[in-house]
């Protein structure tokens, strides 16, 4: 019995409670960087990140979203998740 149960939650319904813990980068720029980088990654209040790899290595993309720069604040993304969100954005083109 208590299987079961386990696959059941397993499934199906893990997707809008847990968000901040294992949101992809596609969803977590839409929460957080959308409002000032733009729905295309055109740039807006920020600049546009699209081909931004052309410009900064994934670690400096790293430090940008980890501790901000200029008007950009810190800490928009969860530790656990920073890795993935850098990799995303360098590779935007
Ligand atoms: C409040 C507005 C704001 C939000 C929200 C925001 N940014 Fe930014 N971002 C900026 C600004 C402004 C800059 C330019 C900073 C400067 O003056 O150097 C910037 C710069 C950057 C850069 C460096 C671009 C370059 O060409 O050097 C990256 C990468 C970046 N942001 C990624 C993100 C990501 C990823 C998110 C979401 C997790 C995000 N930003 C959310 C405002 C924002």
């Known amino acids: ?4 149960l386990l696959r059941k939650k397993e ?3 893990k997707t809008e409670e847990t968000e901040s813990a294992s ?3 596609e969803d977590i720029y839409k929460q957080n960087c959308i409002s000032c980088h733009g729905d ?6 920020g600049p546009a990140l699209k ?3 052309d410009r900064l290595s994934v670690d400096e993309v790293k ?3 980890t501790n901000g720069r200029g008007a950009m604040p810190p800490g928009l ?3 656990q998740n920073v890795d993935a969100m850098a990799e995303y954005i360098h590779g935007l083109k």
């Open 1 to 4: 019995m208590p299987k079961i």
């Open 40 to 45: 295309a990654y055109q740039g807006g209040v």
């Open 63 to 65: 430090d940008v979203i």
């Open 51 to 53: 081909g931004v790899g």
């Open 77 to 79: 993304v969860e530790e």
């Open 11 to 13: 499934g199906g319904e």
């Open 23 to 25: 949101a992809s980068p």
